[in-house]
């Protein structure tokens, strides 16, 4: 590990994408090296086996549009599943909704969540000492496995890219168990990549919750941190997209602690689709 300042960077496709920092902390769990850097713009942040996942200043760029599509367009949302999100944002965004009576919140790998909760404590939050958490350090493909059907009214997959660890969560087998796993009125939601520097994955990624859930959304926005700094998150439910419509209770709650989301803002998401990328998806 070197502690002086220089240049954090993921290349990825013949591009580097980088902070100016140092590494403050590296070391490497059974499935994957963790690194907390503290870089100039965007404060400490997080690296899984080089790959940007999260940091201080950026990180509200992907949690609030993850998460309150979902939330405020759930029929109910007494029980939400999070599969990943190991940092501890995804949780803190759900929990802000008070409707939420239990959460559970699945992750691979308990060396994240201890080095997040060390260093990036305000990604979590208040979430890691609320009674509604169920943490489960376990593989989340096993454990949406053998969960009960019909048993969430959300379930968001917040995994990092298809490699390593999260391989298995981009795959017709882990999304059709996530869809058994919602109740009537119930929204899945998960993180589904650049469509210009993982574009084929994103595009298979929509049209297979299509085919699955008979609709799916893409939503696009922006993490300048991350590869094009472009990106996308998915949206299926049982009953039609009910999550285009947030409910104006929920909403009205949790919109005034938002930086990047709103229903205003998520109405011009939905609709931003780029010419290429719908002709893509209508083939």
Known sequence: MDPSPGWIDEVYDGVRYGLAGRVIAETSSPYQRVTIIESERYGKGLLLD?????????????????????????????RVLVIGGGDGGTARECLRHSGV?????????????????????????????????????DDGIAWVAAAESASYDVVIVDGSDPAGPAEGLFNRAFFEQCRRLLKPGGVFATQSESPEAFRSVHLDTVRLLRELFGHADPL???????????????????????YLQPDPARTAAVAAGCEIWSPRWQAGAFAAVPAGIERALAD
């Open 50 to 78: 080089g790959c940007w996942m999260t940091a201080e200043r950026q990180e509200r760029h992907y949690h609030e549009p993850l998460v309150h599509p979902a939330l405020c367009g759930a029929e109910r949302i007494e």
């Open 101 to 137: 009576r239990q959460l559970d919140m699945v992750e691979i790998d308990g060396l994240v969540v201890e080095l997040c909760r060390e260093h990036l404590p305000s990604l979590g939050g208040g979430a890691w000492s609320d009674p509604r958490l169920r943490l489960s350090i």
């Open 220 to 242: 696009y926005g922006w993490v300048p941190m991350y590869p094009s700094g472009w990106w996308s998150w998915t949206f299926a439910a049982l009953d039609g997209p009910r």
